[in-house]
């Protein structure tokens, strides 16, 4: 088995950065599995009320996932994953997939998976960067993923054959037998220390609403410090009153500094909301601003101790300070 075939079954799990730990390695078989727990003190800049929840402990993030290769061929390997998410007291399997994967064209998977919209993003914060390109849904039970990565150019593309089907994720439980698909596309490239890439989105029928968006993102290494910065659009079209629109325009910059052990990370977003008649999905029309800044302390290489402060102005809402401090233990 090689190991750029393992990588690429990698890629197409959610939460999968971690190495993993080898279960079993022989016979053209490799299964692995991988984990991570995350707990923070958190008090948040707004919840969705419009007012900031009192500080206390959030679970933010708990995942196992389990990944198998199987080598047919040479070249051409089965591959398959089974996920499961922990969000406060509930446990819900969020991947369930197979697929192939061959050396030279990349890796296809069939099933519960995330689309690739979900990898968007370049924020270094934690919980109190504000979000950016709301993409509605990005993960489905009827998924078609396709990846291909050559190390210098890469690409990615979804679609969700039933995405309104009632399946327990966000969008999807209010709209049993309705027939809404996704789509979304990333194409990207890297040159040294530069990686530059973009993200377009189309959906139908998401709580009621149509989407179209776009975001393109762009990061920069140099030794110790990294940069990125982001620009995207999003257009909500009442699918039922398709006179009714919401259209956001987003931006993030940010960078970071490592110092051994320590990182220090400090961003800006940008978020322009416009509503024509009703609106659609979002029905408020605002200009907010948010800062956020963190500092990461690496304990060992599967660990990590973390605290962020963050801070919003809306026009037309009202924020408070947030702040946090974390742990993560991964393997």
Not at 153 to 163: E, K, N, P, R, W
Request: zero cysteines.
């Amino acid at each position: 088995m090689k190991k750029t075939l393992v990588a690429l079954a990698v890629l197409t799990a959610a939460g999968s950065a971690n190495a993993g730990i080898d279960l079993y390695n022989d016979n053209g078989v490799n299964v692995t599995l991988s984990g991570a727990a995350e707990v923070q003190y958190l008090q948040t800049i707004q919840n969705s009320d419009g007012k900031s929840d009192d500080a206390g402990l959030h679970l933010d993030d708990g995942d196992i996932q389990l990944n198998t290769t199987v080598a047919v061929t040479d070249k051409l390997n089965a591959v398959a994953g089974i996920g499961f998410a922990f969000e406060k007291t509930d446990v819900t399997n969020d991947e369930l997939w197979v697929g192939l994967a061959n050396d030279d064209f990349g890796t296809v998977t069939f099933g519960r998976q995330m689309y690739i919209s979900d990898d968007m993003g370049i924020g270094k914060d934690y919980e109190l960067g504000l979000e950016q390109v709301d993409f509605v849904k990005t993960e489905g039970n009827e998924a078609i993923k396709y990846v291909f990565d050559n190390g210098t150019f890469y690409f990615g593309a979804t679609h969700d054959l039933d995405a309104a089907k009632a399946d327990g994720t966000a969008g999807g439980t209010d709209f049993l037998g309705a027939d809404g698909t996704v789509t979304d596309v990333r194409l990207g490239a890297r040159f040294a220390d530069f990686d530059v890439r973009g993200y377009y989105y189309t959906a139908e029928d998401l709580s009621n609403t149509d989407v179209d968006a776009f975001n393109l993102e762009a990061e920069y290494v140099m030794d110790a410090f990294a940069f990125a910065a982001s620009y995207g659009q999003v257009e909500y079209t009442d699918s039922t009153a398709s006179a009714d629109k919401t259209d956001v325009d987003v931006f993030e910059i940010n960078g970071s500094y490592t110092l051994g052990k320590n990182t220090f990370a400090l961003g800006y977003n940008r978020a322009d909301a416009s509503v024509k008649n009703n609106g659609a999905y979002k029905t408020t029309e605002d200009v907010v601003d948010n800062v956020y800044a963190n500092v990461t302390h690496q304990l060992h290489s599967n660990v990590k101790v973390y605290a962020e402060l963050g801070y919003a102005d809306g026009d037309n809402t009202d924020y408070d300070m947030g702040y946090l401090a974390g742990m993560e233990v991964k393997f």
